[in-house]
């Protein structure tokens, strides 16, 4: 799912191209897609961009008359810039913003379609659909620490819930607690004030590591490679690889659809954290610590 740096990537190109253009029309081609009925998806045609913002890991453009076209994209959902008028083509074109100076297309991959859109209308109504999360980049200390630990959670739960933390999903939580050295199933109530400040810096740092990163990369284009899965990144998506810090193999646990990618060594004190299904299955058999493990794997030569 595209997370903040990403979101904020693409809000920034879509500034470049749609901002105080007029939306002439929007074909879909799926109804699936629009969530709401009123206003109507003709409302916004002919109406010109005012405005473009983040919404925890939605994107809102902003039109005349007070209309917002609020977009989700889910976990496959991406954005295309094409040219004037380019068809919809396929099962995984959804919809197309026809501008002047471009089309503004929405696609998903995949069977499950997940992705939404909403026409509303006024600040209020675009409200409703904030989940209320701070931006990590634009509160102190003081707010993350009061976010963080308001309630009693793991740590990768609490960064990747949308009511506490906007826009943090799997891939940048993983590399947030790499880089403050904490394991993500430690919990919140039990940080040290050390703990929690090294967390926020971690956070911040990542973030804005990663904005700075992706705009390089992309430059005056658009973004097409959104993915959650960067070569570049430390644990996130590297099952098995050498840590890059002390070459343990980066470990993962997996819960319901989600998953965790840690180090080991650099993070837990070297004892590997227990994955509800493997470690039942296994029982006895799963290693306890990253020695244990490497062990097995890698038996002394005779």
């Known amino acids: ?43 916004v045609e002919n109406k010109k961009v005012l405005e473009l913002q983040q919404i925890g890991k939605r994107i809102a453009i902003g039109l005349e008359d ?46 499950k379609k997940r992705a939404s859109l909403h026409v509303l209308r ?20 003081e707010g993350f620490s009061k976010m963080l630990t308001q309630n009693n959670h793991t740590l990768k739960r609490a960064l990747t819930d949308p009511h506490l933390f906007s826009g943090i999903g799997n891939a940048y939580s993983d590399e947030m607690l790499f880089r403050a050295r904490l394991s993500p199933v430690a919990l919140t109530q039990n940080l040290t004030p050390d703990q929690v400040e090294r967390l926020y810096h971690a956070a911040r740092e990542t973030l804005s590591e990663w904005v700075n990163k992706l705009r390089r990369e992309t430059g005056d284009g658009f973004p097409e490679k959104v993915t ?30 989600n998953e965790s990618n840690y180090c080991a060594r650099c993070q837990t004190g070297g004892k590997l954290l227990a994955d509800r299904a493997l470690s039942r299955l296994l029982k006895k058999d799963w290693p306890r610590s990253i020695e244990e493990l490497e062990k097995r794997y890698n038996p002394p030569a005779e």
Not at 15 to 41: D, G
Not at 235 to 253: A, Y
């Open 1 to 43: 799912m595209p997370e903040l740096p990403d979101i904020t990537i693409y809000i920034e190109a879509l500034q470049k191209r749609i901002l105080n253009q007029s939306l002439q029309r929007v074909r879909i081609a799926h109804p699936f897609l629009l969530r709401t009925a009123e206003p109507s998806l003709s409302s």
């Open 66 to 111: 007070e209309l917002w076209l609020l977009i989700h994209l889910m976990i496959a959902g991406r954005l295309h810039w094409r040219s004037p008028g380019a068809g919809l083509r396929g099962k995984m074109d959804l919809v197309a913003f026809d501008f002047a100076n471009g089309s503004l297309t929405l696609t998903e991959s995949g069977t």
């Open 122 to 141: 006024g600040q209020a109504a675009l409200r409703t659909h904030d989940p209320g999360g701070i931006d990590v980049l634009q509160t102190d200390l």
């Open 228 to 257: 959650a899965f960067r070569k570049d990144m430390a644990v996130h998506g590297r099952f098995r690889q050498p840590c890059r810090v002390c070459g343990s193999p980066v470990q993962r646990i997996r819960y319901a659809t």
